[in-house]
């Protein structure tokens, strides 16, 4: 991939003035779906990088043999960041924009990293205080000349690129009576907005939206618990009508495949997040059926919303291992066109692109016992649904899952998808709980319960080299303690992997040997891109512990995480020497 | 004998109904259960239902005053624990605080 030569000196000025310049010659200037399609080269326009959601970068400037010299090249402080830095930058014609905490985005200079604009919304402080997870936000989307935000108290704002100055911004959410906001990255295809909302734990309908990006009006929605209104069929599979209070929701953002004009998007687990059925649970416990539509892939019209195709990746889903995961990558292979898409559980589903017919299923971790195998069909064998009490043998994986809601990379030269599995365990208590909706909706967990070691081992992640269809391992590289950020391959050989400890790793992509380390000076939970600035190749990271899984690693494994700080975090960016 | 046999009689009938009721619940004022309030809500956080240190301090022979904890499940703490103010009345966290008071110190 070639770099374009130097942005002139007076590029940040021009921004400023609200003057676009475009680093690649010959395309648009504005971001618009073929150039998100198309996307990759010096920009990374999309949250998954291009619609293909492969996390990978064409760059090679920075490669395997002088990847030694990268060294911080700027770093940029969000400051007030509760629950760390979980975000994924993106970058177009030479400009980066990522957020903090409390949705506050920022458009940096790729180059230098001095800022271009700034936008902190203001939000419902008393609601923020009530919520269990927020206030992180994990990144934007951009498209039709805006920038696009969502919002922990229930919003979408839409900003414009160049001055951060806000076009419109839609309350879609009434999050002071369901509790739940936005705290995911929206997606912009064909002048829509789609966001979905958080769900699964908190007894709602668990929304997906659909904004016209022009406006910002709600052009559809999609209610993940029971489908929508004259969706009878799928309210059938709630018993006692228990979708009414079913969680739900799509929290992480998905992809658009033009093909079919579908946005493939995952849906959260049912609430309340165990069951107390037994293995009756077609008929009895808390929410009697499959629970459609959540622990789901779905397919939406774009612009309609309206459902093309589904696929339950666990039918009453009794473990909160949901298919919130947004990664979905598109690999077309002996003629077929398929999509990857991890679930939480540790197993990698392979879908149709067409219609999500499964077409493979395999395992990315070791210790898995929430059933005893799902078939290359997708059928669940020897399930383990729980009557209420405590659980003699310890449930794999742990709460926080085999995989995290961060992505991998899928390198398209080599074939080889790098993914990070995390092996842990729970103990677990299964209790008889009730939905609390009013006044305000509550979390409804169903179960008290503690981090455990898989039976025959220690707590540990692992980076996986592997074939993203077939699952065949290449190599792995292990860890003490599960990394639980974004992955990043690039066409120089390398994959980058930001671990839980501080550290940022690069690899050689074709066989795991360690090319180059820095510590970051905090762990890293969220994302990292590659893009060219001023004809420079450069790899951002964000760094800022403090997420709902990282809550387990200070009683679990002591320092450096005890007093590791949960309010802190920093963009950091590297070039080479 | 006989009447031993309706006393049992009614007290599963009664635990019968307390389950029914726990579950069709709407929500707001009920359930009043200390412990069942503490699996909805708060053993996320709280591991092995308050007894060990997860997410979230071990609560199991807590040597914070009454006060403390009342005040710590209505206002929370930003970023580690949300606030229960909005969601619980008085006698529900009551109720809660006599759970923490009756767990065992012994993880299991």
Same mark, same amino acid.
């Given at each position: 991939m070639k770099i374009t030569k130097p942005?002139?000196?007076?590029?940040?000025?021009?921004?400023?003035?609200?003057?676009?310049?475009? =680093?690649?010659?010959?395309? =648009?200037?504005?971001?618009?779906?073929? /150039?998100?399609?198309?996307?990759?080269?010096?920009?990374?326009?999309?949250?998954?990088?291009?619609?293909?959601?492969?996390?990978?970068?064409?760059?090679?400037?920075?490669? #395997? #043999?002088?990847?030694?010299?990268?060294?911080? =090249?700027?770093?940029?402080?969000?400051?007030?960041?509760?629950?760390?830095?979980?975000?994924?930058?993106?970058?177009?014609?030479?400009?980066?924009?990522?957020?903090? #905490?409390?949705?506050?985005?920022?458009?940096?200079?790729?180059?230098?990293? *001095?800022?271009?604009?700034?936008?902190?919304? *203001?939000?419902?402080?008393?609601?923020?205080? /009530?919520?269990?997870?927020?206030?992180?936000?994990?990144?934007?989307?951009?498209?039709?000349?805006?920038?696009?935000?969502?919002?922990?108290?229930?919003?979408?704002?839409?900003?414009?690129?160049?001055?951060?100055?806000?076009?419109?911004?839609?309350?879609?959410?009434?999050?002071?009576?369901?509790?739940?906001?936005?705290?995911?990255?929206?997606?912009?295809?064909?002048?829509?907005?789609?966001?979905?909302?958080?769900?699964? *734990?908190?007894?709602?309908?668990?929304?997906?939206?659909?904004?016209?990006?022009?406006?910002?009006?709600?052009?559809?929605?999609?209610?993940?618990?029971?489908?929508?209104?004259?969706?009878?069929?799928?309210?059938?599979?709630?018993?006692?009508? #228990?979708?009414?209070?079913?969680?739900?929701?799509?929290?992480?953002?998905?992809?658009?495949?033009?093909?079919?004009?579908?946005?493939?998007?995952?849906? =959260?687990?049912?609430?309340?997040?165990?069951?107390?059925?037994?293995?009756?649970?077609?008929?009895?416990?808390? /929410?009697?059926?499959?629970?459609?539509?959540?622990?789901?892939?779905?397919?939406?019209d774009v612009d309609t919303g309206a459902l093309k195709f589904y696929h339950q990746e666990l039918p009453h889903d009794a473990w909160d291992f949901d298919s919130a995961v947004g990664e979905f990558i598109s690999i077309d292979r002996d003629g077929k066109q398929l999509m990857v898409h991890p679930n939480k559980s540790g197993f990698i589903f392979v879908y149709d692109r067409k219609d999500a017919k499964v077409e493979n299923v395999w395992r990315l971790v070791d210790n898995i016992n929430f059933v005893k195998d799902i078939t290359p069909k997708g059928e669940l064998i020897g399930r383990r649904d729980f009557t209420a009490g405590k659980q003699d043998e310890v449930l794999c994986p742990h709460i926080s899952g085999g995989v995290s809601w961060n992505s991998g990379s899928y390198d398209p030269k080599n074939g080889l998808y790098y993914k990070l599995g995390q092996e842990w365990c729970m103990k677990l208590n299964v209790v008889k709980t009730a939905a609390i909706t009013e006044p305000q909706a509550q979390l409804n967990i169903g179960a008290n319960f503690s981090i455990a070691k898989p039976p025959n081992g220690e707590i540990s992640g692992h980076l996986d080299a592997r074939d993203p269809i077939t699952g065949a391992k290449k190599w792995e590289v292990r860890f003490p303690e599960p990394p639980l950020s974004s992955v990043l391959s690039t066409a120089g050989n390398l994959v980058f992997v930001p671990d839980a400890r501080g550290v940022i790793h690069a690899y050689n992509s074709l066989d795991g040997k360690e090319l180059w380390s820095h510590n970051d000076g905090t762990g890293h939970q969220g994302g990292i891109v590659s893009y060219s600035a001023g004809g420079k190749q450069y790899v951002a990271v964000v760094a800022g512990f403090g997420g709902m899984a990282t809550d387990d690693y200070s009683t679990q494994f002591g320092e450096p995480y005890k007093s590791m700080p949960k309010d802190t975090g920093a963009l950091i960016v590297f070039g080479l020497k | 004998m006989i009447r031993m046999i309706v006393t049992a009689c009614a007290a599963v009938f009664l635990l019968n109904i307390s389950t029914v009721a726990a579950q069709q619940a709407p929500a707001g004022g009920e359930p009043l259960d200390g412990e069942t309030l503490f699996a909805t809500t708060c053993g996320w956080c709280h591991a092995d239902g308050g007894r060990e240190a997860g997410k979230g301090p071990k609560l199991a022979a807590s040597e914070r005053t009454d006060e403390f904890i009342v005040q710590r499940i209505k206002h929370g703490k930003e970023g580690a624990m949300p606030a229960f103010q909005g969601t619980y009345n008085d006698e529900q966290i009551a109720e809660i605080l006599k759970y923490i008071r009756g767990l065992k110190d012994d993880p299991g």
């Open positions: 942005i002139a000196r007076a590029a940040t000025l021009a921004f400023a003035a609200g003057i676009t310049i475009t =680093a690649v010659p010959g395309l =648009a200037q504005t971001v618009d779906t073929a /150039r998100i399609e198309a996307g990759g080269g010096n920009d990374w326009p999309t949250y998954h990088g291009n619609y293909k959601s492969y996390h990978y970068s064409t760059l090679d400037q920075i490669n #395997s #043999s002088n990847v030694k010299d990268l060294q911080v =090249a700027w770093m940029h402080f969000p400051g007030r960041s509760t629950r760390g830095v979980q975000s994924q930058p993106i970058v177009a014609d030479g400009v980066l924009y990522y957020t903090g #905490s409390y949705s506050r985005v920022f458009a940096l200079n790729g180059a230098t990293g *001095e800022l271009i604009w700034s936008y902190f919304p *203001e939000l419902d402080d008393a609601l923020v205080a /009530r919520q269990t997870h927020s206030p992180y936000n994990r990144g934007t989307a951009m498209g039709d000349g805006k920038l696009y935000v969502g919002t922990v108290d229930g919003r979408l704002i839409a900003l414009d690129l160049k001055t951060g100055k806000p076009v419109w911004d839609t309350k879609l959410v009434n999050s002071q009576k369901v509790t739940v906001g936005f705290t995911g990255a929206p997606l912009f295809a064909k002048g829509t907005v789609v966001i979905g909302s958080q769900g699964g *734990e908190w007894p709602g309908r668990g929304p997906i939206f659909g904004v016209d990006a022009a406006t910002g009006k709600q052009k559809w929605q999609f209610l993940t618990a029971g489908g929508n209104d004259d969706d009878t069929a799928a309210k059938k599979t709630w018993g006692n009508d #228990s979708w009414r209070t079913g969680g739900g929701g799509g929290w992480m953002p998905g992809t658009f495949d033009p093909a079919t004009n579908a946005i493939w998007w995952g849906t =959260a687990n049912p609430g309340p997040l165990y069951d107390w059925s037994g293995t009756d649970y077609m008929t009895k416990g808390a /929410r009697p059926g499959d629970n459609l539509y959540t622990t789901s892939v779905i397919g939406l | -």
